[in-house]
Protein backbone atom coordinates (compact mmCIF):
# COMPACT_ATOMS: atom_id res chain seq x y z
CA UNK A 1 0.00 0.00 0.00
CA UNK A 2 1.73 3.01 -0.57
CA UNK A 3 2.00 6.34 1.53
CA UNK A 4 -0.17 9.14 2.32
CA UNK A 5 2.20 11.32 0.79
CA UNK A 6 2.47 9.65 -2.47
CA UNK A 7 -1.34 10.73 -3.20
CA UNK A 8 -1.76 12.85 -6.04
CA UNK A 9 -3.72 15.71 -5.70
CA UNK A 10 -6.55 14.16 -7.79
CA UNK A 11 -6.61 11.52 -5.60
CA UNK A 12 -6.76 13.79 -2.47
CA UNK A 13 -9.61 15.10 -4.28
CA UNK A 14 -11.62 11.88 -5.16
CA UNK A 15 -11.25 10.68 -2.10
CA UNK A 16 -12.49 14.09 -0.38
CA UNK A 17 -15.10 13.46 -2.54
CA UNK A 18 -15.71 9.76 -1.42
CA UNK A 19 -15.52 10.78 2.08
CA UNK A 20 -18.60 13.21 1.53
CA UNK A 21 -20.78 10.45 -0.03
CA UNK A 22 -20.15 7.38 -2.28
CA UNK A 23 -20.45 8.40 -6.03
CA UNK A 24 -19.30 7.37 -9.25
CA UNK A 25 -16.11 9.10 -11.43
CA UNK A 26 -18.22 10.50 -13.85
CA UNK A 27 -20.29 12.45 -10.39
CA UNK A 28 -17.37 12.97 -9.18
CA UNK A 29 -16.19 14.96 -11.95
CA UNK A 30 -19.26 16.75 -12.31
CA UNK A 31 -18.71 18.02 -8.64
CA UNK A 32 -15.25 19.33 -8.84
CA UNK A 33 -16.04 21.21 -12.14
CA UNK A 34 -19.19 22.59 -10.46
CA UNK A 35 -17.35 23.53 -7.05
CA UNK A 36 -14.42 25.39 -9.83
CA UNK A 37 -12.08 22.60 -8.43
CA UNK A 38 -10.17 22.40 -11.65
CA UNK A 39 -8.52 25.99 -10.03
CA UNK A 40 -6.86 23.29 -7.28
CA UNK A 41 -6.09 20.82 -9.60
CA UNK A 42 -6.11 19.83 -12.81
CA UNK A 43 -9.05 16.72 -13.36
CA UNK A 44 -9.92 15.26 -16.92
CA UNK A 45 -12.42 12.45 -16.59
CA UNK A 46 -10.02 9.95 -17.92
CA UNK A 47 -7.75 10.92 -15.44
CA UNK A 48 -10.40 10.78 -12.76
CA UNK A 49 -11.47 7.38 -13.75
CA UNK A 50 -7.44 6.03 -13.84
CA UNK A 51 -7.50 7.44 -10.05
CA UNK A 52 -10.18 6.09 -8.65
CA UNK A 53 -8.82 2.66 -10.70
CA UNK A 54 -5.41 3.00 -8.66
CA UNK A 55 -7.29 4.10 -5.32
CA UNK A 56 -8.89 1.22 -5.72
CA UNK A 57 -5.78 -1.01 -6.09
CA UNK A 58 -4.50 0.03 -3.31
CA UNK A 59 -7.51 -0.59 -0.57
CA UNK A 60 -8.49 3.08 -0.36
CA UNK A 61 -11.93 2.79 -2.40
CA UNK A 62 -14.13 0.29 -3.13
CA UNK A 63 -17.34 -0.56 -5.69
CA UNK A 64 -20.33 -0.73 -4.53
CA UNK A 65 -22.28 -1.70 -7.17
CA UNK A 66 -22.72 -0.88 -11.10
CA UNK A 67 -25.90 0.57 -12.45
CA UNK A 68 -27.00 1.66 -15.96
CA UNK A 69 -29.18 4.24 -17.25
CA UNK A 70 -30.95 3.57 -20.92
CA UNK A 71 -28.13 3.75 -23.50
CA UNK A 72 -25.21 4.72 -21.06
CA UNK A 73 -22.06 2.74 -20.01
CA UNK A 74 -22.10 1.53 -16.87
CA UNK A 75 -21.30 3.31 -13.98
CA UNK A 76 -19.71 1.61 -11.04
CA UNK A 77 -19.95 3.55 -7.96
CA UNK A 78 -17.80 3.83 -5.52
CA UNK A 79 -17.30 4.60 -1.27
CA UNK A 80 -13.96 5.30 1.10
CA UNK A 81 -12.88 2.75 2.74
CA UNK A 82 -11.21 3.14 6.04
CA UNK A 83 -7.87 3.22 4.74
CA UNK A 84 -8.54 5.82 2.53
CA UNK A 85 -9.99 8.07 5.27
CA UNK A 86 -7.03 7.32 7.41
CA UNK A 87 -4.60 8.18 3.66
CA UNK A 88 -6.67 11.40 3.02
CA UNK A 89 -6.32 12.70 6.54
CA UNK A 90 -2.57 11.87 6.96
CA UNK A 91 -1.88 13.32 3.43
CA UNK A 92 -3.99 16.94 4.17
CA UNK A 93 -1.75 16.76 7.32
CA UNK A 94 0.80 16.95 5.32
CA UNK A 95 0.17 19.39 2.83
CA UNK A 96 -0.62 22.11 5.09
CA UNK A 97 1.55 21.37 8.17
CA UNK A 98 4.28 21.19 5.61
CA UNK A 99 5.39 23.85 3.52
CA UNK A 100 7.68 22.75 0.22
CA UNK A 101 8.85 24.75 -2.50
CA UNK A 102 6.80 23.67 -5.50
CA UNK A 103 9.01 25.16 -8.11
CA UNK A 104 6.52 27.93 -9.92
CA UNK A 105 8.04 28.72 -13.02
CA UNK A 106 7.00 32.70 -12.44
CA UNK A 107 9.70 33.04 -10.18
CA UNK A 108 12.28 32.10 -12.20
CA UNK A 109 10.65 34.57 -15.31
CA UNK A 110 11.42 37.56 -12.70
CA UNK A 111 14.83 36.03 -12.04
CA UNK A 112 15.37 35.73 -15.64
CA UNK A 113 13.62 39.01 -16.63
CA UNK A 114 16.60 41.33 -17.21
CA UNK A 115 17.58 39.20 -20.45
CA UNK A 116 14.39 41.28 -21.71
CA UNK A 117 14.16 45.07 -22.75
CA UNK A 118 12.69 46.95 -19.85
CA UNK A 119 9.89 47.92 -21.95
CA UNK A 120 8.77 44.55 -22.52
CA UNK A 121 9.11 43.43 -19.11
CA UNK A 122 7.04 46.27 -17.92
CA UNK A 123 4.47 45.46 -20.87
CA UNK A 124 4.34 41.65 -19.67
CA UNK A 125 4.15 42.48 -15.88
CA UNK A 126 0.93 44.69 -16.52
CA UNK A 127 -0.60 42.08 -18.85
CA UNK A 128 0.08 39.92 -15.50
CA UNK A 129 -1.37 42.18 -13.32
CA UNK A 130 -4.74 42.41 -15.41
CA UNK A 131 -4.97 39.20 -15.34
CA UNK A 132 -4.48 38.32 -11.54
CA UNK A 133 -6.99 41.23 -11.20
CA UNK A 134 -10.03 40.07 -13.26
CA UNK A 135 -9.41 36.55 -11.12
CA UNK A 136 -9.70 38.26 -8.17
CA UNK A 137 -13.23 39.23 -9.47
CA UNK A 138 -14.14 36.10 -10.21
CA UNK A 139 -13.01 35.09 -6.52
CA UNK A 140 -14.64 38.03 -5.09
CA UNK A 141 -17.99 36.28 -6.97
CA UNK A 142 -17.02 33.36 -5.77
CA UNK A 143 -17.02 34.25 -2.24
CA UNK A 144 -20.27 35.97 -2.65
CA UNK A 145 -22.33 33.36 -4.10
CA UNK A 146 -21.26 30.94 -1.14
CA UNK A 147 -21.60 33.60 1.26
CA UNK A 148 -25.76 33.87 -0.19
CA UNK A 149 -26.01 30.15 -0.94
CA UNK A 150 -24.76 29.58 2.83
CA UNK A 151 -21.95 27.27 2.30
CA UNK A 152 -19.95 27.22 5.76
CA UNK A 153 -16.46 28.89 5.38
CA UNK A 154 -14.81 26.06 6.62
CA UNK A 155 -15.68 24.16 2.90
CA UNK A 156 -14.04 27.10 1.31
CA UNK A 157 -11.14 28.03 2.98
CA UNK A 158 -9.41 27.46 -0.22
CA UNK A 159 -10.95 30.41 -2.47
CA UNK A 160 -10.11 33.15 1.04
CA UNK A 161 -6.24 31.69 0.66
CA UNK A 162 -6.09 32.39 -3.03
CA UNK A 163 -8.10 35.54 -3.15
CA UNK A 164 -4.97 36.97 -0.50
CA UNK A 165 -2.27 35.84 -2.78
CA UNK A 166 -3.57 37.26 -5.68
CA UNK A 167 -3.98 40.42 -3.93
CA UNK A 168 -0.68 40.20 -2.56
CA UNK A 169 0.62 39.19 -5.95
CA UNK A 170 -0.66 41.96 -7.88
CA UNK A 171 0.27 44.63 -5.14
CA UNK A 172 4.06 43.22 -5.54
CA UNK A 173 3.69 43.36 -9.00
CA UNK A 174 2.36 47.40 -9.54
CA UNK A 175 5.03 48.31 -6.59
CA UNK A 176 7.62 46.05 -9.21
CA UNK A 177 6.47 48.33 -11.90
CA UNK A 178 6.82 51.44 -10.61
CA UNK A 179 10.61 50.87 -9.47
CA UNK A 180 10.99 49.78 -12.68
CA UNK A 181 9.05 52.95 -14.40
CA UNK A 182 10.94 55.26 -12.17
CA UNK A 183 14.53 53.49 -12.42
CA UNK A 184 14.48 52.65 -8.81
CA UNK A 185 15.19 48.74 -10.32
CA UNK A 186 18.35 50.23 -13.00
CA UNK A 187 18.17 48.42 -16.64
CA UNK A 188 21.28 49.41 -17.59
CA UNK A 189 23.39 46.69 -19.56
CA UNK A 190 25.62 45.98 -16.99
CA UNK A 191 26.33 42.45 -16.35
CA UNK A 192 27.01 40.51 -13.23
Same mark, same amino acid.
Given at each position: ???????????????????? +????????????????????????????? *???????? *???? +??????????????????????????? %???????? %????????????? @???? *??????????? @???????? +???????????????? +? %?????????????????????? @???????????????????? *?
Amino acid at each position: MPEPRTLTPLAVAALALLAE +RPSHPYEMYQTLMQRSEDRLVKVRPGSLY *HTVDRLEA *HGFV +RATGTEREGNRPERTTYEITDAGTRAL %GERITDII %GTPINEYPEFPLG @LGEA *HNLPIETVIAL @LRKRVSLI +RADTTVLDDAVTQLTE +R %GVPAKYWLDVRYQRALAAADAA @LLESLIADLETGVVSWSEDK *H
